[in-house]
């Protein structure tokens, strides 16, 4: 958006309200899969490939703090077994007894090595998360600058709750896999690999044994899984209806009160509620299953294997410290498998979010400007050259034919050539094509045939940010944000000065109730902007619009919604604005401009009368009617 644009309220189509089902402020839920897992896989590896280097370091210091804590228990082992050995000496009364200073050697070995195991955990964890959060930085940036480079066609048919859900829930996601799941991966694969040649080098039967615990294990988790996912399903979908009911409602609660909409209101929330309840609950129930029946599966296979251990040490063949190790290795063995089995899931649910991420990155950007686009001269002392002009402000539609789909054109024919100066009113019936006519003339879209020129060149050869510069905007729905009064004004030119600020807010008839609010320039608008009035709020945006000092005006009817005595000072605002500048009006009450110096009237997309007012009064036709309607009683 331009500088010189007063009101951040576009005029157009009314978007569809945020927050609907499918992707509300909630985020991904478990259920939601990639349509293309492994290209946007690769994707993503390509996407991290700039960070290759402190990816594969933190993959090594993953898998050496593993293998560290790994054969920790074999070590303690020879402990054991050397204890074992001390006690039965003493029992039998033969040998030494118990060697303290080898268990103790081999206890300060193992403090060692855990310290080691946890330094290396810890590094890889600081350089992941800084892998992570530049990452994180770097989608969003990406998203940022995509924002600007959409065609508004693409704001016209999604909604904003699917854009901001993007920038922040797909994103989170993103990152928390980044941060959390691949080291997991890497130090889950590890450990299953790690504990299982630790078991095989004690006893091959036992690990057999063990090993058995994995095929039904994965039985019961895939019936499980199963299962909860129609569950996960049901309960992302109403999370997305709940969150898009509240947020509807929240937004517009005055009309809710005003209706008595409140108990009908809470029925639909209800409703909702209730299937995200039942459908929550029974997901999670069934997801909350998983452990202990995985527990129990392991602790079965324990039993099974303490059993055979005791025969095979009453044999002989393997010691004490052996069992005591392989033990601690059937303990640990179920645990990765089930982080596997929950990463997999995870994946399956952040590669959906880097898709949806990857989607909006590669939708379609507005036509890409000329390698040399034209661009506007505003220092008087330097002459026009072939690519830097001054503009007048004359604008001529050239036989302009345009629709939002090709296949339904809206605006057929539309010619008029205005002179630089002009007041020019654009009237018609709703749905006429007023509005679309000046989004084509800021060009958030291009005409379909036909061209819009302003002193004769085509604004297609302009750079866009040049071009929109030329505009000022003052529309019936006023744009504030969240910022002191003297910030909003200063929008309209981002480099003014305190001073420049204070002339624009005198010129729009504005500075006298500044100075009434409690803080003055400094009184910061909420951000609904609801702590000043809507004439207030109108009267800032024409300040803005002067402070920009354009050299096009559009105003859309923007004294529609406020009493008579602030509609004479914006309207006197507003003259001290169009003063010596080219002005369009969107008007729907066509008594505030008969002094026009030129009237558009449009119907069903074309120019089908124009004139000043007593030229087309005159005529008898179309205006005429329309200007005598506003006066009728209906009824």
Not at 86 to 114: H, K, P, R, W
Not at 353 to 358: Q, S
Not at 446 to 466: K, M, Q, S, T
Request: hydrophobic share 40%; glycine share 8%.
């Amino acid at each position: 958006m331009s500088n010189r644009t007063a009101s951040g309220n576009l005029p157009g189509r009314p978007g569809r309200r945020m927050g609907g089902p499918g992707h509300g402020p909630g985020g991904m839920m478990p259920g939601e899969k990639a349509k293309d897992f492994r290209g946007t896989l690769r994707r993503m590896i390509r996407y991290l490939g700039k960070y290759k280097i402190s990816v594969i370091v933190v993959m090594l210091f993953a898998m050496a703090s593993t293998i560290f804590s790994i054969v920790g228990p074999k070590i303690l082992g020879t402990a054991t077994t050397k204890l074992f050995e001390g006690i039965m000496n003493i029992v039998s009364g033969t040998g030494e007894g118990i060697d303290y200073a080898y268990i103790l050697q081999v206890i300060l070995f193992l403090v060692g090595l855990y310290l080691l195991s946890a330094a290396f955990s810890y590094l890889q964890g600081f350089i992941m998360t800084g892998v992570s959060m530049k990452v994180t930085y770097g989608f969003r940036k990406d998203i940022e600058e995509k924002i600007h480079k959409l065609p508004f066609s693409y704001y016209d048919s999604t909604t904003n709750g699917e854009v901001l859900s993007r920038i922040t829930n797909d994103v989170d996601a993103i990152s928390q896999t980044l941060n959390q799941s691949i080291t997991q991966i890497i130090t889950s694969v590890t450990t299953l690999v790690g504990i299982l040649v630790m078991m095989l080098s004690i006893s091959w039967q036992m690990t057999l044994v063990a090993l058995c615990i994995i095929p039904v294990s994965l039985l019961f988790v895939v019936n499980i899984v199963k299962h909860s996912q129609k569950h996960f399903m049901a309960q992302q979908e109403y999370l997305g209806h709940v969150n898009g009911h509240v947020e509807e409602m929240y937004a517009s609660h005055t009309i809710v009160k005003a209706f008595n909409g409140e108990e009908e209101s809470q029925k639909t929330f209800d409703q909702y509620n209730d299937t995200l309840y039942a459908s929550a609950w029974k997901s999670q129930f069934l997801s909350g299953m998983m452990m202990p029946v995985m527990n129990v599966i392991s602790n079965l296979g324990y039993v099974v294997v303490c059993i055979l251990g005791g025969f095979l040490a009453v044999n002989g063949r393997i010691t004490v410290g052996d069992i005591q190790a392989f033990m601690q290795y059937v303990r640990q063995f179920t645990q990765p498998i089930t982080q596997v089995a929950n990463i997999s899931n995870i994946l399956q649910q952040t590669m959906a979010a880097a898709e949806r991420v990857f989607e909006f990155l590669d939708e379609k950007e507005e036509v890409p400007e000329d390698a040399h686009p034209m661009r506007v001269n505003r220092d008087d002392s330097v002459p026009d050259t072939e690519l830097d002009v001054h503009i007048q402000g004359s604008v001529q539609f050239a036989h302009v034919k345009f629709g939002y789909h090709p296949d339904k054109i809206i605006i057929h024919d539309f010619c008029s050539v205005i002179k630089p100066g002009q007041k020019v009113a654009i009237v018609g019936p709703t749905g006429a094509g007023k509005t679309t006519i000046v989004k084509l003339l800021m060009r958030f879209y291009d005409v379909n045939e036909g061209a819009i020129l302003i002193d004769g060149y085509d604004i297609r050869n302009f750079a866009r940010n040049d071009l929109r510069s030329l505009f000022g905007m003052v529309l019936q729905d006023t744009w504030l944000y969240n910022a002191t009064i003297e910030d909003n004004i200063r929008y309209g030119k981002l480099d003014a000065t305190e001073k420049e600020v204070r002339r624009a807010a005198q010129a729009a008839q504005v500075d006298h109730f500044v100075r009434t609010l409690p803080d003055g320039y400094h009184m910061v608008l909420n951000e609904e902007a609801s702590n000043v009035s809507q004439g207030q709020k109108q009267l800032l945006t024409v300040a803005r619009a002067i402070l920009a000092d354009p050299e096009i005006l559009i105003l859309d009817e923007a004294t529609s919604s406020v009493d008579t005595r602030t509609e004479i000072l914006i309207q006197k605002a507003m003259d001290n604005l169009m003063e010596g500048r080219t002005s369009f009006i969107i008007a729907h009450r066509l008594s505030t401009i008969r002094d026009a110096d030129m009237i558009l009237v449009m119907k069903d997309g074309d120019i089908i009368e124009q004139g000043t007012h007593e030229e087309l009064m005159a005529q008898g036709g179309f205006y005429q009617s329309l200007y005598n309607s506003q006066f009728e009683k209906v009824g």
